[in-house]
């Protein structure tokens, strides 16, 4: 039973831009934190970006800060990332997660996306 679909993903050259989107259903949305990761070959799946349910509390990674942007519209049940200025080591599978406890831990998460591959080239 797929509860979050991530959509956006591509090839892209330094530099350049990509929005990534993650549809939920309404059961795995509302009243969650949304959290965004990445995973790349060889590393620890790790948080770059939370946005809260209520208050639209967000946290960004320092490794992406001043370059991606988290946000979520509530009606159409959906978050996306906007990333810019991408760069060869933002290469990764990034998925979406949805949490009743927020925070940047993976165990925290109650419902994951499949994934969708961002590959940057040099």
């Known amino acids: 039973q797929v509860q979050l679909v991530e959509s956006g993903g591509g090839l892209v050259q330094t530099g350049g831009s990509l929005r990534l989107s993650c549809a939920a259903s309404?059961?795995?949305?509302?009243?969650?934190?949304v959290g965004w990761f990445r995973q790349s070959p060889g590393k620890e799946r790790e948080c770059v970006a939370t946005?809260?349910?209520?208050?639209?509390?967000?946290f960004i990674a320092d490794s992406v800060k001043g370059r991606f942007t988290i946000s979520r519209d509530n009606a159409k049940n959906t978050a996306y990332l906007q990333m810019n200025s991408l760069k060869p080591e933002d290469t990764a599978v990034y998925y979406c997660?949805?949490?009743?406890?927020?925070?940047?831990?993976?165990?925290?998460?109650?419902?994951w996306g499949q994934g969708t591959q961002v590959t940057v080239s040099s």
């Open positions: 997660a949805s949490s009743r406890q927020g925070g940047t831990q993976t165990r925290r998460y109650d419902y």
């Open positions: 309404a059961r795995t949305f509302s009243g969650y934190t």
């Open positions: 946005i809260s349910w209520s208050d639209y509390y967000t």
